[in-house]
Structure formats: structure tokens, C-alpha cells
């Protein structure tokens, strides 16, 4: 095995289309060694399926990141919230803030957000006209999970174009000054809305939410923490999710003309469109305790592992064909939500918002077609997150 020369997940090439990126790589080796940044650092990036969800589960890839960077110098500047969160920890701290965190979206619960999310994405397509020109990405695909975690969180309206705003900054590669200047402003922010709503208690959905973290113990950063986390992973891969999904099914116009045919299949549908082309193209920072083999490779303690959803999702030993888009396909084992005590708590409420933004769409919209060409769209600038900069229809 020949590690890359260079990053492979930095190619302006990998954002456009990363899978031959993670084809070419996987054939090489599932798990291999590669350069990170341009300091001469190496990581290890898993792209089989079973490498993958062996490395999820694996309990001496370790998730604390303070630790990880506690002795090594950094000129980056995270806010606290952002960069000590429930995803940046390990039992038994992560286990508490987990177990709160699955409350929240339990499949009851979510059931009961449905008719205020009905009704969020029926007020944000009601100017919507056959004919018209719209851009799913900004006019729904982002507004929509923004406004429903907020909503969550207790958010006033007027604040929540700004949140979304500086959430969409915190994935941008190119900049970290950027990145970390928005984690100040999310954390800044949630901090003051924190401390406000406990000298004023009222009844409302933030003031439920800090009564169970007092329930269970969290302190006030870890509160912070929480809601931070809840705010950026809970809007930005559903939106990439909404617009992949559907950028998908134009491109293959039989599978979006049978969901349109019969709506009662798309529920069914998410997991293969969460296979074909995943919100998460590379999974959270996880590194190695320890000395450990997987895949065949050795890692050496003290390493970064990057794991791969994007790739392992289009992994032919666990998917045949995996390079087509087949509704029929059995896809439950995708991983694109992850897996084992990391896996996504929020899955079920990003799949009702997909599900019922595509049933608004396949419906009302039936004939809607992109107004661009496929390969002249542009895809965010992130190796964590795969998702369009703007998705242009004309709706029909």
C-alpha cells in the first residue's frame, strides 16, 4: 500500500465528486494512511463498510479532542460550546448528554413535531408558483431545519437568519479564521440566550430543555454545549440531506416519477438516498488510544482516524451496484447517521423533514426539472459535509 502524496480530501475534484475519490482509495486498502493539511501530518481514513463500522464501535478510537490537542500548540480559536461538545467526548460524559439528547427526538416526539413541520414547509413554498424559478437550497432546504431547531431551542425569529448564517460558516475548509470566528458568535449567542431564559422562566420548549439538563446533571457549559450542538447538527446535513436527495432523484428521473406516482414509497426511499450520496462525507474527529489493526492496516497509537460514511455507503462488498441509484435496494446498513454510541440522535426528525419537503415537492411540483445542467452546480467547500452551494428549479 502507496499512501497518497497528497491530501486527497482537499482536490477541488473530491467536492464536485467524491467518489472516484473513495473508489480509487478503497481499492488500494480500505484503511490507509494519508496526508492531512500541508504540515507533513498523517491520518488514517477508513472507506470500506465493514472497516467502518468496526471503527465506530471501536472503543479505543477515542472522540476527546481536548485531549488529543491538549499538548500540541494550535493557533485556532473555537468557542468552548463548539469545540467541547457531546460529539468531542467519551463515556461516561458523552453517555449523559447523549441520553438527553435522545429524548428529544424520539420517534414519539418527533411525531408530534410533524403538523409544525407540515406547516413550516407549506409557509415557505405558499409564493410558489408553476413556472417560477426557485432555489431549493436557500428557500427551503435550509430555512426549513433551522427554523424547526430553533423552534426547539426557543429561538426568537428574527435571530435565527443570522444562526443559520454563521452555522453555514462554521463547515467552510478554506478559512479556519472564519470558522472560528462563528463558533464565537454561535456560542456567544447561546450562552446569552441560556442565562436570559433562566432569570425569566416561562413556560416554553427552551425552558422544558434546560429543566431536563438540570434533570440530568449537566453543568451550565455543558447546557451551552448541548444546544450548540443541537443548532449546528441539527439544520446543516439535513439541509444537505433534502438537497442531495433531490438532486438525485432529478437525475434519474424513473425513480422520481415512481415516488411521484406513489408518495407512500418515499419513507421508504430515504435510505438508499442517504446511501447514494451522503450529508456526511467524512465522520467527526476520532483518534487512537492505543495501537490497533483494522482493515489490515496497523494504526499507531496517538493517530487521527477519519472515518468515511460517503465511502462506505458506495462500498461494493456491502452495496452491489452501489453506484446506482435503486430504490428497491435494501439500504438500512448505510452509515450515513452513523453508528454505534455516536450515531446521529437526530436521524428521525431529519428524515420527516426530508420526508415531508419531498412529498410537498413530488405532489404539488410533479413536472419540476433543474434550471442549470447537473455538472455546472457547485458543492459546498467541506470534506465533512457533501452538499450543494445552491440547487436552481424551475418548478412545474
Request: hydrophobic share 35%.
Amino acid at each position: 500500500m502507496t499512501a497518497p502524496r497528497q491530501d486527497p480530501l482537499r482536490d477541488p475534484r473530491f467536492f464536485a465528486d467524491p467518489y472516484p475519490t473513495y473508489d480509487r482509495l478503497r481499492e488500494g486498502c480500505p484503511v490507509q494512511r494519508v496526508p492531512t493539511g500541508s504540515g507533513g501530518h498523517h491520518a488514517y481514513l477508513v472507506t470500506g463498510h465493514s472497516e467502518a463500522r468496526e471503527a465506530f464501535t471501536d472503543p479505543r478510537l477515542s472522540k476527546d479532542t481536548a485531549r488529543f490537542f491538549a499538548d500540541r500548540p494550535s493557533n485556532r480559536d473555537l468557542h468552548p460550546a463548539i469545540s467541547r461538545n457531546m460529539l468531542a467526548s467519551d463515556p461516561p460524559e458523552h453517555t449523559r448528554q447523549r441520553r438527553l439528547a435522545t429524548r428529544l427526538f424520539t420517534t414519539a416526539r418527533v411525531r408530534e413535531l410533524r403538523p409544525f413541520i407540515t406547516q413550516v414547509v407549506d409557509d415557505l413554498t405558499s409564493t410558489w408558483r408553476p413556472g417560477t424559478d426557485i432555489d431549493l437550497v436557500a428557500d427551503l432546504a435550509v430555512p426549513l431545519p433551522v427554523t424547526v431547531v430553533c423552534e426547539l431551542l426557543g429561538v426568537p425569529a428574527p435571530d435565527r437568519a443570522t444562526l443559520a448564517a454563521h452555522s453555514h460558516d462554521l463547515f467552510d475548509a478554506t478559512d479556519t479564521t472564519r470558522v472560528d470566528a462563528a463558533s464565537h458568535h454561535i456560542g456567544d449567542y447561546l450562552t446569552h440566550l441560556i442565562d436570559t431564559a433562566r432569570t425569566t422562566p416561562t413556560n416554553g420548549p427552551l425552558h422544558t430543555l434546560l429543566h431536563d439538563c438540570d434533570e440530568d446533571g449537566l453543568t451550565r457549559d455543558e447546557t451551552i454545549s448541548l444546544a450548540a450542538l443541537l443548532l449546528v447538527a441539527g439544520h446543516e446535513t439535513t439541509t444537505h440531506f433534502i438537497g442531495n436527495a433531490v438532486l438525485a432523484l432529478l437525475r434519474h428521473p424513473e425513480s422520481f416519477d415512481r415516488l411521484r406516482r406513489d408518495p407512500s414509497l418515499i419513507p421508504g426511499a430515504l435510505d438508499e438516498l442517504l446511501r447514494f450520496d451522503s450529508p456526511v462525507s467524512v465522520a467527526t474527529f476520532r483518534y487512537s488510544t492505543q495501537d490497533l489493526r483494522i482493515g489490515g492496516t496497523d494504526i499507531p497509537a496517538g493517530h487521527p482516524v477519519l472515518i468515511s460514511p460517503g465511502a462506505a455507503n458506495r462500498d461494493p462488498a456491502a452495496f452491489p451496484d452501489p453506484n446506482a441509484l435503486n430504490l428497491d435496494r435494501e439500504a438500512t446498513a448505510h452509515l450515513s447517521f452513523g453508528h454505534g454510541i455516536h450515531r446521529c440522535p437526530g436521524a428521525p426528525l431529519a428524515r420527516a423533514e426530508a420526508e415531508i419537503t419531498l412529498r410537498t415537492l413530488l405532489t404539488r411540483y410533479p413536472n419540476t426539472r433543474l434550471t442549470t445542467p447537473a455538472n455546472s452546480l457547485t458543492w459546498r467547500q467541506t470534506r465533512l459535509t457533501r452538499g450543494l452551494s445552491t440547487l436552481p428549479l424551475t418548478l412545474a
